[in-house]
């Protein structure tokens, strides 16, 4: 049994994948997101299941407060701009120091092959690790009534693998290139924010798919769970420099602790 499903994606020879290869970079540049349903071979996800499961009392719960940039509100702005709109993000962490050595969440982060692939897609030379040791993989847990607000990542890009859905919400949506670089577009931001928008798009994310986010300049969020069934999915922490750590108040708020 293989960890990835080799027969659609064969990641430990991309030359096979050549053609196949262009299309997901130009889909991930498009649209900043890739799925890749089927991506993880069945046993793999069934055992990932079954991890979540028997961790999932360990997960830290915590509620934050803030504005989609994910940085301070200005007192001196307006109400209704973008820097100061707040939402709540309620939600379950389980750290990487929390996953066993075995685990098959630490075997699918070490895969040299999946490193490679997912840097051919983004279209960088190199995945490095995140030097942390609760972020380098994290499973996310929500649970009823947990949500996750809207937001860009701090990071360049996002490798995640669904694990379980919820029965009801719990869905991922986004609006693409809602930010640039160069321009915050805190007018758009707020007016989503405010009104919403057609352009919000809902994405499909079924249990072992591999999902590639580009989410610093995409708009995302996680609707509020409904129902009792919980969802779970498998944050990796790849970076795409050498030495990236994260910070100690990062980490407290995140998991509760910093070491
Ligand atoms: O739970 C998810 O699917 C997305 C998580 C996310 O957006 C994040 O951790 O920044
Ligand atoms: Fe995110």
Same mark, same amino acid.
């Given at each position: 049994?293989? !960890?990835?499903?080799?027969?659609? %994606? ?12 262009? #299309? =997901? ?8 997101? &890739? ?5 993880? /071979?069945?046993?793999? @996800? ?7 499961? +028997? =961790?999932?009392?360990?997960a830290y719960f915590n509620t934050v407060s803030g504005n989609p940039y994910l940085c301070e509100s ?7 701009? +973008?820097l100061n709109h707040k939402e709540s993000t309620t939600l379950g962490v389980?750290a ?12 699918? %982060? ?16 190199? !995945? ?6 609760l972020g380098?993989?994290n !499973?996310a847990r929500m649970v009823?009534d947990n949500y996750l607000r809207w937001h860009f990542d701090l ?10 859905? +919820?029965?009801? /919400? /719990?869905? %991922? ?10 321009? *915050?577009? %805190?007018? /758009?931001?707020?007016?989503?924010l ?8 809902? =994405?499909? #994310? *079924? *249990? ?12 995302h969020r996680v609707?509020k769970v ?9 944050l @990796?922490?790849? +970076?795409?420099?050498?030495? &990236?750590?994260g910070s100690d108040y990062l980490r407290q708020i995140r998991y509760g602790r910093t070491?």
């Open positions: 049994m293989e !960890i990835f499903n080799s027969q659609q %994606y064969p990641v430990h020879d991309l030359t096979k994948m050549y053609g196949q290869l262009d #299309t =997901l970079k130009k889909q991930y540049d498009d649209d900043g997101v &890739v799925v890749l349903k089927d991506f993880l /071979g069945s046993e793999y @996800l069934e055992s990932l299941i079954n991890e979540s499961r +028997a =961790l999932a009392n360990q200005d007192p001196n702005l307006p109400g209704d701009h +973008a389980i990487g120091d929390q996953l066993p050595e075995s685990s098959v969440s630490r075997q699918i %982060y070490r895969s040299q092959a999946l490193r490679d692939f997912v840097a051919s897609i983004i279209g960088i030379p190199k !995945i490095f690790d995140y030097q942390c040791k380098f993989i !499973i009823k990071s360049d890009f996002v490798v995640s693998i669904p694990i379980q859905s +919820a029965s009801k /919400g /719990g869905v %991922y949506q986004y609006i693409h290139n809602l930010k640039s670089d160069n321009d *915050p577009n %805190y007018d /758009g931001v707020s007016k989503v405010t009104h919403g928008s057609p352009q919000i798009k809902s =994405l499909q #994310t *079924p *249990p072992g798919s591999l999902i590639l986010f580009q989410g610093k300049h995409t708009m609707t409904e129902g009792d069934v919980d969802r779970y999915v498998l @990796l922490g790849f +970076a795409s420099k050498d030495h &990236v750590k070491k």
